[in-house]
Structures are given as structure tokens and as C-alpha cells.
Nanobody, 118 residues
């Protein structure tokens, strides 16, 4: 399973970005896809996740009210719409996926850099 994240870039504070993550591989049975981020000098932080079955979502505290996670199951793609970005959102954003049934494994993408200028 490979995860390819894209959509990062440089944006001014208050702006928006949409990240995408495409999963590829044989016999994909994706259960959950999500996003984490890692700010310089800090540990990786949970941002949001979504189940592929019923589309239920969860958000970390930093994402609530500003970020929206969605998915396109037909394309094995998860999106992260980020609005009202702040300089503290500057980080490398990683997507991950829980794949397989009944046993499962977690996979990670390579990360995409988001830089928010003040």
C-alpha cells in the first residue's frame, strides 16, 4: 500500500489549502484514513480521521472548527480542507490509512509541507 499526499504549499494567515492523499495498491480494504502533522521540533500530532464505511469523522483540538476531512471511496482518496490557517499550522502533514480485514495494518504517506506566513 502506498499513500501519496499532495496540496501543501505557502499560504498567508487566514487563507485556505486543501490537502489530498491517494492510496494505491492491490486489494485495498481501507478502514480509516487520516491526517497527522509534525511541527518543527515537536512530536507528530493527530489532526483528523474518517472511516470509509459510514464516513464518521474525528478531529484533534487544533483542527476543530477550521479543518474538514472528507473522502472519495471510489478514488481511495482523503482530503483535508484547511481554512482560516494560522502560522502555528505550519507543519509537515502526513496521511495514514488503516488497511485490511480482518487483520489490519497502518500505512503512512511521505508528508506534504504547509507553511503559513503571518
Amino acid at each position: 500500500v502506498q499513500l501519496q499526499a499532495s496540496g501543501g504549499g505557502l499560504v498567508q494567515a487566514g487563507g485556505s489549502l486543501r490537502l489530498s492523499c491517494v492510496a494505491s495498491g492491490s486489494s485495498l480494504s481501507i478502514n480509516v484514513m487520516g491526517w497527522y502533522r509534525q511541527r518543527p521540533g515537536e512530536a507528530r500530532e493527530y489532526v483528523a480521521s474518517i472511516t470509509t464505511t459510514d464516513g464518521s469523522t474525528r478531529y484533534g483540538d487544533s483542527a476543530k472548527g477550521r479543518f474538514t476531512i472528507s473522502r472519495d471511496n471510489a478514488k481511495n482518496t482523503v482530503y483535508l480542507q484547511m481554512d482560516n490557517l494560522k502560522p502555528e499550522d505550519t507543519a509537515v502533514y502526513y496521511c495514514n490509512a488503516n488497511v485490511g480485514r480482518p487483520s489490519t495494518n497502518w500505512y503512512w504517506g511521505q508528508g506534504t509541507l504547509v507553511t503559513v506566513s503571518s
